[in-house]
């Protein structure tokens, strides 16, 4: 639903729920806070972490890229021994999944909240109308 328009995807979530389906939808809750707030359980992730993701993914590829670029040719030239071919590709595949994994350490800067509503009662049961720190 990316590129659906603001009020359409509320009314997609409605049209799901309507013929009888539970729906959950999760949204960067700007453009996405109508149809996150109806379907049966919305959530809503914190931006600054979407940016940060969409950056690392930006950065890996970028690398990825790079060194492809220089190790291909070098490799079909035969200027390039194929251990150390392996042994870059290697350092490749790991600079990408440490560079991936700094994320790790983003704070949120507020509390992140959970809300059940009450149409939502019936998933989780002693939940309804429940909100509240989000549990890990």
Not at 7 to 19: G, H, R, Y
Not at 101 to 109: G, I
């Amino acid at each position: 639903m990316e590129k659906q328009a603001t009020e359409d995807k509320a009314s997609i979530v409605n049209e799901l729920k309507a013929s009888g389906l539970r729906v959950a939808m999760a949204g960067d809750g700007i453009n996405d806070a109508p149809g996150v707030a109806a379907a049966d359980v919305g959530i809503a992730i914190d931006i600054d972490i979407c940016r940060r993701t969409y950056a690392k993914i930006r950065q890996n590829l970028f690398w990825a890229f790079a060194c492809n670029l220089v190790g291909i040719p070098l490799a079909a030239m035969g200027l390039l021994n194929p251990v150390i071919a392996g042994a870059a590709m290697t350092f490749s595949s790991v600079s990408v999944v440490t560079n991936a994994l700094m994320l790790r350490r983003w704070k949120a800067s507020s509390k992140l909240t959970a809300v059940w509503p009450t149409s939502a009662a019936r998933c989780w049961p002693g939940q309804r109308g429940r909100t509240g720190p989000a549990k890990a």
